[in-house]
């Protein structure tokens, strides 16, 4: 047996949260020389209802052809949380996915969105013919839970500095308690990126409300939900400024129907400009 080889997948299962709970079943594997061979273990998280999300790893190894060293490929997730009647399953590759870990894996699988730092390549330079090395970047990462490709698993989407979530900015939009201390704030953000939920206190018309928020890149807010996981709106959290915005609505709607027949003075406007103006309003996501 390689021992150098074995003490490389140790660390590497350590780094991905599995610690050592496999290493004697590794080590086990390897020493039976299998071309390829599966390891499993079984987990439970407490879930966001106060029960039990109960887990299923199956890491997959694989030998090299030219040598005796042993390589970890991927990993799948089983999950199955409490009161879903049917599993969510994913398959992890350690390149494709930049070693998500077991943890991230749970939070992305509970619908949740990571911020993962990854290596994007270059664009190749015709006049050298070469290829330059890739930058790091900074990505969100998420399972469309709603749909399977062919295999069973979810498409990952994966949202760049290009598409503009500013994570900081949407959390200042909303009366959170505490957040002016800088270390109680970056230990949301931390837990915020790694896909966790984060509990804070919510100042709503003078009454503090404990919380969990999450992170939502794709429509560049946060999602914020009370002790039952039931989600609070805005006109939950401003229910006074709703209620201005709601007359001040009524006020311009009453004003623009005074006119000499009755009717909006808007009316007057022909249908093929109006079709052109809401043209130019669409506004289209990148991911």
């Known amino acids: 047996?390689?021992?150098?080889?074995?003490?490389?997948?140790?660390?590497?299962?350590?780094?991905?949260?599995?610690?050592?709970?496999?290493?004697?079943?590794?080590?086990?594997?390897?020493?039976k020389e299998l071309p390829e061979f599966t390891i499993g273990l079984n987990n439970r998280r407490k879930g966001e209802t106060g029960g039990f999300d109960h887990l299923r790893y199956e890491l997959n190894f694989s030998r090299s052809k030219k040598s005796d060293l042993y390589f970890l490929n991927d990993y799948e997730v089983g999950l199955r949380k409490e009161g879903d009647p049917w599993p969510r399953v994913q398959l992890?590759?350690?390149?494709?996915?930049?070693?998500?870990?077991?943890?991230?894996?749970?939070?992305?699988?509970?619908?949740?969105?990571i911020y993962k730092e990854i290596f994007r390549e270059k664009k190749e330079d015709k006049q050298n013919l070469e290829t330059e090395r890739p930058d790091?970047?900074?990505?969100?990462?998420?399972?469309?839970?709603d749909v399977t490709e062919a295999y069973g698993y979810h498409p990952v989407q994966r949202f760049y500095p290009e598409y503009g979530y500013m994570l900081e900015e949407s959390l200042s939009k909303y009366p959170f308690i505490s957040l002016e201390d800088a270390e109680k704030k970056e230990g949301v953000l931390k837990d915020l990126k790694k896909g966790k939920l984060a509990e804070m206190?919510?100042?709503?018309?003078?009454?503090?409300?404990?919380?969990?928020?999450?992170?939502?890149?794709?429509?560049?807010?946060?999602?914020?939900?009370?002790?039952?996981?039931?989600?609070?709106?805005s006109e939950d959290i401003f229910p006074a400024n709703e209620k201005d915005e709601n007359q001040q609505s009524q006020s311009k709607n009453?004003?623009?129907?005074?006119?000499?027949?009755?009717?909006?003075?808007q009316l007057s406007v022909k249908p093929w400009e109006q079709d052109e103006h809401s043209e130019k309003n669409i506004v289209s996501?990148?991911?």
């Open 201 to 233: 206190r919510l100042d709503v018309n003078g009454e503090l409300v404990p919380v969990f928020v999450a992170a939502n890149p794709e429509m560049k807010t946060i999602d914020i939900y009370d002790k039952q996981m039931t989600e609070l709106r």
């Open 136 to 145: 790091k970047t900074s990505i969100w990462m998420k399972l469309n839970m």
């Open 92 to 113: 992890f590759d350690l390149e494709q996915h930049h070693r998500v870990t077991a943890l991230e894996a749970y939070n992305l699988l509970s619908g949740r969105s």
């Open 1 to 31: 047996m390689n021992e150098k080889n074995l003490d490389y997948l140790q660390k590497q299962l350590f780094t991905l949260g599995f610690k050592d709970k496999l290493n004697n079943v590794l080590e086990q594997a390897i020493s």
């Open 285 to 287: 996501r990148g991911r």
């Open 254 to 265: 009453a004003s623009v129907l005074q006119n000499d027949q009755g009717l909006p003075s």
